[in-house]
């Protein structure tokens, strides 16, 4: 086998001794340096992990539980690097967790998998030559985004090869839910991370023409005729316990201006429409029934959208979540006009299933800037909630037939040429349940979901290189 060189993260020289002893069996050449963990994701280390190593191959490994490899697994990781040509390999693998192993298959890496919490698992392989070269284009010295930073800058010369074989065994350390764990880049104590990844990112975007300058298309709100000057749209499918909530929340609203309710029911079949004929009485409600044909959540807002009574704007409301008070469809509609923009995406509170604040508590991605705040959204999971639309403008784009990234879909493709507005006073109350879409996910399911995302932000990364393009031709 051809000599790697190891840097593993540590806490001390204990908890290390189980990697290095594994490592060591692996091979007598491979070389094993340790990484003090606190600092393994800062530019410093970066920079000392390729100045030691002097290997064809690096190997980082990121956590600091023991490490063990399949039977030439090693082996098997420089042979993939070789015969690809890869400037950097990973792999699926085990973990193990309170005295059970479950395979852990990860994903491809594409163009747009810009989010820094890309799950390559622990063990990165890089090909040293590669790993050098990104580290001498480093001009920013980072505590938090070394890691991040190394990964883009690799990715625009080399390829990053996923090998879909279970090489290693690893110890799982983060035993949350999924529906636990997609709030990490939004809670309060991790802004000072999520500032320098924003930094890397960007640097990264007009590294590879994909960033936009803050210059945006300006919105002219339409004088045509409207049924109303706003709606709540509702997306319902089999919420018996919650619907009842959501409709006296829309419909209880005030207003200066004519309002109305739309539901969109997709084919329940638990009593959810039922309770949605209690509430038929009140000439504000509009109740649309889907036909049997598949619509998911995307497919009911576009009904919404384009019914003929469908209001100037439009402003969510999912149908377990209610709004903060009474004021919530008035704030919108004041920020449109005052922001003058097509998309406004304000504040929520998360609370559990009984409407009490529960861990991180208020969302109000305040990370958000309006000169930057589009190129970021192409590293983070989501815009926020709840979001409001000019109705003209999203009749022109229209919703992804799906149940899951629908609104951070259209997110991206609205601030591709618009200024998204924001609220951030708390005007929405989010519940998190059982019943959420993304609760408590099985490996497979989490996966889907971020290929899925990780393919929005390819096809729109793709399209503002486009631009860019045409702009520098003068087209």
Known sequence: MK??????????????????????????????????????????????????????????????????????????FLAVAEDSGAALVYADHFNEADGERKFTPVIDYQFGSLRDDFDFGSVLIYRTSALQEAVSRMDEDYDFAGLYDLRLKVSQRGSLVHINEYLYYEVETDTRKSGEKIFDYVDPKNRAVQIEMEKACTRHLKDIGGYLEPVFKPITFSEEAFACEASVVIPCKNRIRTIADALSSALSQKTNFKYNVIVVDDNSDDGTVEIIRKFMDDPKLIYIAQDKSYHAIGGNWNAALHHPKCGKFAIQLDSDDVYADESTVQKFVDAFYAQNCAMVIGTYRMTNFNMETIPPGIIDHKEWTPENGRNNALRINGLGAPRG??????????????????DYAVGLRVSREYQIGRIYDVVYDCRRWDDNSDAS??????????????????????????????????F
Request: glycine share 2%.
């Open 441 to 474: 996910l099985d490996v497979e399911k989490v996966n889907a979901n971020n290929l899925y995302k990780d393919r929005l932000r390819t096809w729109e990364l793709q399209a503002r290189v486009a631009l860019n393009r045409k702009k520098e031709k003068g």
């Open 389 to 406: 639309f000019y109705v003209p403008m999203i009749r022109s784009i229209n919703f992804p037939t799906t149940k899951y990234g629908e």
């Open 3 to 76: 000599r790697i060189d190891c840097f593993i993260a540590f806490i001390d020289d204990e908890q290390a001794e189980p990697t290095l002893a594994n490592l060591q069996r692996e091979s007598e050449v491979a070389r094993v340096n340790r990484v003090p963990a606190a600092r393994l994701k800062s530019t410093d280390a970066v920079r000392n992990i390729a100045a030691t190593a002097t290997a064809p191959f690096t190997m980082i490994y990121t956590k600091t539980t023991a490490l063990r490899f399949g039977r030439f697994a090693l082996e098997r």
